[in-house]
């Protein structure tokens, strides 16, 4: 795990000082690559192969091509593809899966990324045909930003790198509108700073240095790889299976991988089965806690603790250490963000750096793809009225009443149920905070809705995987670890997972009442019982209002609204 840098000119200074900006990714080791062409830069977390094998930026030859690479990130299967390399006639003078990257980009060029498990974001400088090839994973785990101005690009993996740049710094007003109306972030490729975009997930592009043209394209569409699945019916066995070896894939390293622990359905999941998965292992847990509050999850994270024989390590915050890291955590994510909750994740990676890890499992993704959010179950109770199963309808309205007491699904099923003017409509009233001239300048640009036209759970579940939840929240789990040079590894955004997870019917998501039905089935009798049958959903939550309503929490919040700026 790593931080990269580049731009499509020689400036030995200039990339330096973009590894500079953002050595806090990797202090093991920097260097850089110049010529007349390119300059490349790199800043190493050292993870698998720590010998000086594993330096970048890295070189390749074969057969008269020479070829260099700045890369961020694991693939998991390089092992199995290295073999296969090999029998092409590939050698390696490395352990490392940054050389096998380069080895099938000679064999396979541009497709050389749809037969990579794992994440990534990487550049590669390919000498004979005088072009730069980027790429971003699957699912966009890895971040990747660029700069382009018809003549020349730069990219990095954070935005302040590119900013070393004389670039004028704009805010991107139509960006700020998303956010602000649409509560979307990361949905497109353009960014709060006006013309630094990010390379989408599932997208790579090529620079030609020649023509000094861009050219970006989607190797990836979820969508149609859920259509290629055929899987009729859910097996509780067939998903331990695979979730097995998503987990075990991402203990590939050379040195001790922990996990975060919040007591929620995912992290557990992810503990009991490194447990699982190897008997003798000593696994180290990171978590946050609120002793005394309601949010507070210890007694679940204790249940694992017991379960798994595992060491737990945690941490909390007051008011006063946001007041003194509010700077930090701003510069660290680069973007807005909208609650607390990612303080609190920074908190927690800051508590790994302090025991000496570098790896971390964490458990994003999970509620994209199996349904954890509650506001799936108004697009399942929408799916099933549209299909006219409407005993069954009445029976799932039921059991979410009798598990939580609210009838809040209902309302916002009609919500989705009707006439797009309606939806806007109603939409517009919760933002009356919002100048009209403001509303109306934005709000026609493009679809930003499209999760308000799903007609089933899946699709609501493909658009949250793709478009208005998990972008945001990989974005932040990034930047929160890599500020404290901690890679995290995320099982359920294996790709083979995902795939199989999304073509299940509904009901092997949500039933009765239940969320991620296929997983609390799959790990019984691996999961400690009362997470496994845990219905409340925290999702790492933080007491943001009690904060805020401390005195000096109150006096922090009216000193923005009340200047000048603001």
């Known amino acids: 795990m790593c931080g990269i840098n580049g731009f499509s000119w020689s400036d030995v200074k200039l990339v330096r000082e973009m590894n500079d900006a953002i050595r806090h990714r990797g202090p093991d080791d920097e260097d850089i690559y110049v010529d007349e062409n390119v300059s490349l830069g790199h800043v190493r977390l050292a993870i698998i192969d720590l010998s000086p094998k594993g330096h970048q930026p890295m070189r390749y030859e074969k057969d008269g091509r020479e070829i260099w690479i700045v890369y961020n990130g694991e693939v998991y299967n390089f092992m199995e593809l290295r073999k296969e390399l090999e029998e092409r006639g590939y050698t390696f003078n490395s352990n490392t899966d940054t050389e096998v990257i380069l080895a099938a980009y000679l064999e396979w060029g541009f497709d050389c ?15 004979g045909k005088n072009l730069l090839f980027l790429s971003r994973d699957r699912f966009g785990i890895k971040p990747l930003y660029y700069y382009y101005d018809g003549q020349n690009i730069i990219f990095s993996s954070e935005i302040k790198a590119i900013l070393e740049h004389n670039i004028e710094r704009k805010p991107n007003d139509s960006v700020i509108f998303d956010f602000l109306y649409y509560n979307l972030l990361d949905h497109t490729e353009d960014t709060f700073f006006e013309g630094i975009k990010r390379l989408m997930p599932g997208h790579s592009a090529v620079f030609d240095l020649t023509t000094r043209k861009l050219k970006t394209f989607k190797y990836y569409e979820l969508r149609e790889q859920v259509k290629l699945k055929t899987v009729i019916t859910e097996n509780p066995a067939v998903f331990r299976d695979i979730f097995k070896k998503a987990v075990q894939r991402r203990l590939i390293a050379d ?28 696994i180290k847990t990171f978590s946050l806690v609120f002793p005394g509050f309601k949010l507070d999850e210890s007694k679940y994270q204790e249940s694992v603790v017991r379960e798994c024989n595992v060491k737990r390590y945690t941490t909390t915050f007051t008011v006063g250490d946001i007041l003194r890291d509010i700077d930090d955590l701003v510069y660290s994510q680069e973007e807005p963000f909208f609650t607390l909750s990612i303080y609190g994740q920074y908190r927690v990676m800051k508590l790994a750096k302090e025991h000496g890890m570098k790896v971390l499992l964490d458990g994003q993704g999970s509620d994209e793809i199996l349904g954890g959010y509650h506001h799936f179950f108004e697009y399942y109770f929408a799916e099933l009225f549209r299909s006219f199963r409407w005993i069954k309808l009445i029976s799932e309205i039921i059991a979410y009443y009798k598990t939580y007491k609210s009838w809040s699904p209902i309302s916002n099923m009609i919500f989705y149920l009707s006439p797009k003017f309606v939806k806007r409509l109603l939409w517009k009233r919760r933002f009356p905070y919002l100048a009209d001239d403001f509303v109306e ?13 799903a007609k089933s759970l899946k699709e609501a579940l493909i658009l949250a995987e793709t478009y208005y939840s998990l972008p945001h929240l990989l974005r932040f789990e990034d930047k929160n670890s890599m500020r404290w040079s901690i890679e995290s590894r995320v099982p359920f955004c294996d790709h083979e997972l995902v795939e199989y997870v999304l073509s299940l019917p509904a009901e092997a998501k949500i039933d009765k009442g239940i969320t991620k039905k296929i997983l609390r089935e799959a790990l019984r009798g691996i999961l400690p019982e009362d997470i496994r049958t845990r219905t409340s959903k925290i999702g790492f939550a933080t007491p943001d209002e009690d904060i805020l309503r401390t005195e000096v929490g109150y006096t922090f919040a009216k000193s923005i609204i009340e200047s000048n700026s603001f």
């Open 441 to 453: 300048r934005y709000k026609d640009r493009g679809s930003k809705e499209p999760q308000w036209g």
């Open 255 to 282: 040195v001790p991988v922990g996990s975060c622990l919040s007591g929620g359905l995912d992290s557990s999941s992810i503990v009991c089965m490194m447990r699982e998965i190897n008997k003798n292992l000593e």
């Open 113 to 127: 990324i749809k037969k990579f498990n794992g994440m990534w974001a990487f550049a590669i400088y390919d000498k």
